[in-house]
């Protein structure tokens, strides 16, 4: 069964406070590892698709990165409207994708 | 408007009642999905769809029905909601089942 773990569970900075946020997954052949930013009472929105350990990808002050046990979000220099939960998700073959329960970024001003 | 469109935004209802929840996408895409979004348990895949008139199970399918006669449509019905149902439902919607879900803003269900 695959599994996504993320941490930590609620996460808070100071703007400017640059930061890491986890995801740990097994599963039995990746094929992709997804993060969504949620804003509350919206639905998530997609950020990265990353396809193999060593892959990077990078957006704004995101960067996404992947190993083959888990991946990083570095949030460098956040501003508050950085402020959301980021959703990680895993697929394997040609499954339906499997979330981890969210980690609430909070930046204060 | 191009996009995915849930309806309604808001729902509350009454258990034993049977509830429909509505999912239209303008992409044409050909995978459409059910998430269910509750604390402590994050997004819950409660039926998938790969095309029109072939539906799935995901994890958490007990009391829902779907169906999908149409390309652009997943309709969820709750055939007699229980309490335990009351939660935020996202549809989403894929391209190919490789590629990453846009997600509707989700229909917030009560059930009293």
């Known amino acids: 069964e695959d599994q996504v773990t993320q941490s930590p569970e609620a996460l808070r900075l100071q703007e400017g406070e640059s930061s890491s946020l986890n995801c740990s997954y097994t599963?039995?052949?990746?094929?992709?590892l997804f993060w969504y930013r949620q804003d509350p009472g919206k639905g998530p929105e997609f950020l990265f698709t990353?396809?193999?350990a060593g892959e990077e990808k990078e957006k704004e002050r995101l960067k996404a990165t992947l190993t083959k046990k888990e991946s990083f979000l570095h949030i460098t220099a956040p501003k508050p409207e950085d402020s959301a939960t980021y959703l990680c998700?895993?697929?394997?073959?040609?499954?339906?994708?499997?979330f981890g329960k969210g980690t609430m970024l909070l930046v204060s001003p | 408007d191009a996009g995915i469109t849930q309806s309604p935004r808001y729902k509350i209802t009454e258990t034993g009642r049977q509830v429909t929840l509505m999912c239209h996408q303008t992409?044409?895409?050909?995978?459409m999905f059910w998430y269910r979004q509750d604390l402590g348990h994050g997004l819950r895949l409660i039926y998938y769809?790969?095309?029109?008139?072939?539906?799935d199970k995901g994890e958490v399918p007990d009391g829902y029905v779907v169906s999908r006669s149409k390309t652009e449509n997943f309709p969820l019905t709750l055939e007699s909601a229980t309490r335990s149902q009351t939660s935020v439902y996202f549809c989403?919607?894929?391209?190919?089942?490789?590629?990453?879900?846009?997600f509707g803003s989700g229909t917030r269900l009560t059930v009293v």
């Open positions: 989403a919607s894929s391209e190919s089942g490789g590629s990453g879900y846009t």
């Open positions: 599963v039995s052949g990746l094929r992709g």
């Open positions: 990353l396809y193999s």
């Open positions: 998700a895993v697929q394997a073959g040609y499954s339906t994708l499997t």
């Open positions: 992409w044409s895409h050909s995978y």
């Open positions: 769809s790969a095309a029109a008139d072939i539906t």
